[in-house]
């Protein structure tokens, strides 16, 4: 497989700001294969019992709040987020901005948390960044790299980097939706034969099925110009999300650099693995009395 353009980081917020208009809560993790979401909710439920009612928490990368959520469920009202996309409505407090630069004074905040958030802004810069403001505890989720849920992220990013290749759909969708035709007619029932010929070696067609699905329902909607121009921004964003999380996931070398400049700088540090092969790693750290 060729390899994937790193994505401009300039510019990834776009794409989940988008993704924030509509998505829940749980946008983030419903996705995941239904074991690993149950251990992670279990592992999240551990951690956040343990802590103090008075604990303030602050969550990196937080997207619509799932970890501050299951720290509101826990008892925890000092609540705070901080995200590098603009998020409407949310339930607690939020910074826009990136996670390798937080706004706060060092050890502000008892715990520092991240679910699948942190290693998007430059792991190793972000971890040490969430150390200098925790008080107690770092508790930090991500991504293995070349674990399950990284390949199948690489799979989908790269069905969409063919959608954007030479076979353009949406060209042809939408030269067919401005001008029908017999002939353009023809012209779309040969791509949706080849996404189908395309699909037929993946291991993961949900990308490829959306698409072909969303032809037909194109020929129903009232503007399906405008349908069309929707479908291809929504799978090109989907697709840097995608990209952005192939480039982001923190190897296992990352993560013991990482655990070792935490050792470095005063906490006591364990790392887990979630899955086999691991599909995610916690890095927890507690910060040694002096
Ligand atoms: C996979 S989502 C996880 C969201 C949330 N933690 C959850 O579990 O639902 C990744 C989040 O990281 C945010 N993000 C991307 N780059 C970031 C950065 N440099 N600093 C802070 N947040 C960032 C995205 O906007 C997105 O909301």
Redesign the pocket.
């Known amino acids: 497989m060729p390899p994937l353009p790193i994505p401009d980081c300039a510019t ?2 776009a794409p ?1 700001a988008a993704f ?1 208009v509509d998505a829940d809560v ?4 419903k996705g995941l294969p239904p074991a690993l979401r149950t251990a992670i909710g279990a592992r999240w439920r551990q951690l956040l019992t343990g802590l103090a009612p008075d604990a303030s928490l602050l969550d ?5 709040g ?2 501050l959520a299951a720290a509101r469920d826990a008892g925890i009202t000092r609540l705070q987020g ?4 603009p998020i409407a409505d949310t339930f607690f407090p939020l910074h826009v901005g ?3 630069s937080l706004p706060y004074a060092d050890r502000a905040f008892t715990v520092v948390t ?4 942190i290693e ?2 430059g792991f190793a810069a972000a971890v040490a960044e969430a150390a200098r403001v925790a008080a107690d505890r770092l508790w930090l989720l991500v991504h293995a790299a070349g674990g399950p849920v990284h390949d199948d992220a690489r799979e989908q990013a790269a069905q969409v980097a063919w959608l954007a290749g030479p076979i353009a759909p949406f060209d042809r969708l939408a030269a067919h939706f401005r001008a029908p035709s017999p002939a353009s007619v023809a012209d779309i029932d040969a791509l949706r034969t080849a996404i189908v010929d395309h699909a037929a070696s993946a291991g993961n067609t949900s990308v490829l099925e959306g698409v072909w699905r969303a032809i037909s329902a194109l020929q129903d909607v009232a503007d399906p110009i405008a349908g069309t121009h929707a479908l291809a921004a929504g799978v090109t964003a989907h697709g840097a999300r995608m990209q952005a999380m192939v480039a982001a996931a923190p190897t296992a070398a990352d993560i013991a650099d990482a655990a070792g400049c935490l050792r470095a700088s005063g906490f006591d540090v364990s790392v887990e693995d979630v899955g086999t092969p691991p599909a995610a790693r916690w890095l927890l750290a507690t910060r040694r009395p002096t």
């Open positions: 990834l917020p989940w924030w749980d946008g983030c993790t990196l990368g937080c997207g619509r799932a970890v901080v995200d590098a996309a990136s996670a390798a991240s679910q699948f958030g998007y802004a």
